[in-house]
T-cell receptor, first 110, second 117 residues
Framework: KQEVTQIPAALSVPEGENLVLNCSFT??????LQWFRQDPGKGLTSLLL?????REQTSGRLNASLDKSSGRSTLYIAASQPGDSATYLC?????????FGKGTRLSVIA | GAVVSQHPSRVICKSGTSVKIECRSL??????MFWYRQFPKQSLMLMAT?????????EQGVEKDKFLINHASLTLSTLTVTSAHPEDSSFYIC?????????????FGPGTRLTVL
């Protein structure tokens, strides 16, 4: 059974810092991995999708990497801003339906 | 881009009543729709997968007689929580895909906050 773990559960950083969020998964037989953003009481916004054959994806200040063999992904946020404050979820798609981690709650302090 | 809406965004109901939540794909035809439940500070848990015109496939531990799913058209799926109880209070999120596989991109709705008194 696929399990997805995100570390840390919560993170607070001053504005301008670069930061890394971690995601690990137990079954490396995945089709793709996605990073989402969720604001309090809201739905999900897809940030980046990495296919299993890819190593990384970039969008603006965000960069996501994937090491399928070790079951790990990182989301790198450069020059963090208060507007980046949200919960970041990673999810993997494979032989089972999309499986989500519990997320990392990020607070960027101005 | 692909947009998925949910209605209502919030609902409060009395214990024992039934509540219907709608999920619509606004600008594409959703071959497959997914229903998730999210408890506070927890991850999204898939409840069921529905394909247009066929019965939904429920995940283990989800009562299909309690959570009725109807996917009558390519743009609409409904989730009805029957005889709701306080423990059913949660955030329900739907997603939709224009392909037939759960490995394809899913577009998520904004969610529905259900509170059962």
């Amino acid at each position: 059974k696929q399990e997805v773990t995100q570390i840390p559960a919560a993170l607070s950083v001053p504005e301008g810092e670069n930061l890394v969020l971690n995601c690990s998964f137990t079954d490396s037989a995945i089709y793709n991995l996605q990073w989402f953003r969720q604001d309090p009481g809201k739905g999900l916004t897809s940030l980046l999708l990495i296919q299993s054959s890819q190593r990384e994806q970039t969008s603006g200040r965000l960069n996501a990497s994937l090491d399928k063999s070790s079951g790990r992904s990182t989301l790198y946020i450069a020059a963090s801003q208060p507007g980046d404050s949200a919960t970041y979820l990673c999810a993997v798609s494979g032989n089972t339906p999309l499986v989500f981690g519990k997320g990392t709650r990020l607070s960027v302090i101005a | 881009g692909a947009v998925v809406s949910q209605h209502p965004s919030r609902v409060i109901c009395k214990s024992g009543t039934s509540v219907k939540i709608e999920c619509r794909s606004l600008d594409f035809q959703a071959t497959t729709m997914f229903w998730y439940r999210q408890f506070p500070k927890q991850s999204l848990m898939l409840m069921a997968t529905s394909n247009e015109g066929s019965k939904a496939t429920y995940e283990q531990g989800v009562e299909k007689d309690k959570f009725l799913i109807n996917h009558a058209s390519l743009t609409l799926s409904t989730l009805t929580v029957t005889s709701a109880h306080p423990e059913d209070s949660s955030f329900y999120i739907c997603s939709a895909s224009d392909q037939g596989s759960s490995t394809d991109t899913q577009y998520f709705g904004p969610g529905t906050r259900l509170t059962v008194l």
